[in-house]
């Protein structure tokens, strides 16, 4: 079976997305669509679209694909689906039912799709959601994710930007999966890097949202393609400041060193540059982990903000299934910037 399907794509995985200033723009040009029910749409920047059933309960709705960014065509089914997964679990909900999403050129091996689709299948299933069929048409690459619908009640439904002051921050998986990615179709990253990016974004963000119940959760977002730093943009808004705590954030250690060789991502400047407000505080900390901030996640961890007597408690259940798992931040009340470093 012929399974090389880097070959014929030019990005994949999250750092493919448009970048967040070009969305941003086009979302702009579109009039609001207000509709009876309609409680989170397209203009709130959050991680899926709700919808009220009734008074208790909502839809959570989201979609997601993009083109592979590992070789194997089974392992990258199981990440992009993770990765359409993780909006609902982002949202406080539990996914009920996903649709296959399917772009494939005309003359590949079709078995290289069964694989993807058994990978995708896979992780629908880990997930405890039906899988009902989908879409695919022909493209010049191959791409695949899924349309995944959840269910949350409304009094458990999470916003990515209602921190409040005075919360904790923990950011549940390690970032700089888009710098190992990088190296690695550069031929330049190790085996063991490489492994462990696959894993991390293999890993359904399932286990740590399920901790949240019972604890005093004030936001929640999953980090993918827009970065971290441009993901606590959207958490903070207009409303607070996010201080980061540097030397507490969770990395995959080879993706520090690899970007400290330059070998960093496209898309991670298209995030810089989105995030220049930014660049005062950034220029202080050392290249490497500026690089980190900015890379583009695929199927990333979630960033939480919790009460801040709660947090110590609910990093120790999530590091019983995530244990890069860490408090790297804390919520003020606003201040100049958006953000901060100490």
């Given amino acids: 079976m012929e399974s090389s399907i880097l070959a014929s794509c030019t990005s994949g995985g999250c750092g493919a997305k448009l970048a967040p200033g070009v969305l941003a723009d086009v979302l702009a040009k579109i009039p609001p669509f207000p509709a009876p029910g309609l409680l989170v749409g397209y203009d709130a920047s959050d991680d899926g679209a709700v919808y009220a059933l009734d008074h208790d309960r909502c839809l959570v709705s989201t979609a997601d694909?993009?083109?592979?960014?590992?070789?194997?065509?089974?392992?990258?089914?199981?990440?992009?689906?993770?990765?359409?997964?993780?909006?609902?679990?982002?949202?406080?909900?539990?996914?009920?039912?996903?649709?296959?999403?399917?772009?494939?050129?005309?003359?590949?091996?079709?078995?290289?799709?069964?694989?993807?689709?058994?990978?995708?299948?896979?992780k629908t299933a880990e997930a405890g959601a039906a899988l009902g069929g989908g879409h695919s048409i022909y493209d010049k690459e191959p791409k695949y994710g899924l349309s995944v619908t959840g269910l949350v009640e409304r009094k458990r439904l999470l916003r990515n930007n209602t921190p409040r002051p005075g919360d904790s921050l923990i950011l549940t998986k390690p970032l700089g999966v888009g710098i190992i990615l990088a190296a690695a179709r550069g031929g330049a990253a190790s085996g063991a890097a490489v492994e462990t990016a696959v894993a991390c974004m293999e890993r359904l963000n399932r286990y740590?949202?399920?901790?949240?119940?019972?604890?005093?959760?004030?936001?929640?977002?999953?980090?993918?393609?827009?970065?971290?730093?441009?993901?606590?943009?959207?958490?903070?808004?207009?409303?607070?400041?996010?201080?980061?705590?540097?030397?507490?954030?969770?990395?995959?250690?080879?993706?520090?060193?690899?970007?400290?060789?330059?070998?960093?991502?496209?898309?991670?400047?298209?995030?810089?540059?989105?995030?220049?407000?930014?660049?005062?505080?950034?220029?202080?900390?050392?290249?490497?982990?500026?690089?980190?901030?900015?890379?583009?996640?695929?199927?990333?961890?979630?960033?939480?903000?919790?009460e801040q007597a709660q947090a110590a408690s609910l990093l120790r259940k999530i590091q019983a299934d995530d244990p890069a798992a860490a408090i790297i931040g804390s919520v003020l009340s606003r201040k100049e910037s958006p953000l901060e470093f100490g």
């Fill in 65 to 122: 694909f993009f083109s592979p960014m590992v070789d194997d065509p089974r392992t990258f089914g199981r990440i992009a689906a993770a990765n359409a997964l993780s909006d609902v679990y982002a949202m406080g909900g539990t996914p009920i039912l996903a649709l296959n999403l399917v772009c494939f050129p005309e003359k590949m091996d079709l078995d290289v799709l069964a694989e993807i689709l058994a990978g995708g299948a896979e």
């Fill in 208 to 306: 740590a949202a399920e901790k949240l119940l019972g604890y005093d959760v004030g936001a929640c977002t999953d980090i993918t393609g827009f970065g971290f730093l441009n993901h606590g943009l959207e958490m903070a808004g207009n409303a607070v400041t996010l201080r980061i705590f540097p030397d507490a954030l969770p990395y995959i250690p080879e993706a520090r060193a690899y970007a400290e060789e330059y070998l960093v991502t496209a898309a991670g400047q298209r995030n810089r540059n989105h995030a220049v407000r930014l660049a005062g505080q950034v220029a202080g900390l050392p290249f490497g982990l500026q690089e980190l901030l900015f890379d583009p996640q695929t199927s990333g961890g979630l960033l939480i903000s919790v």
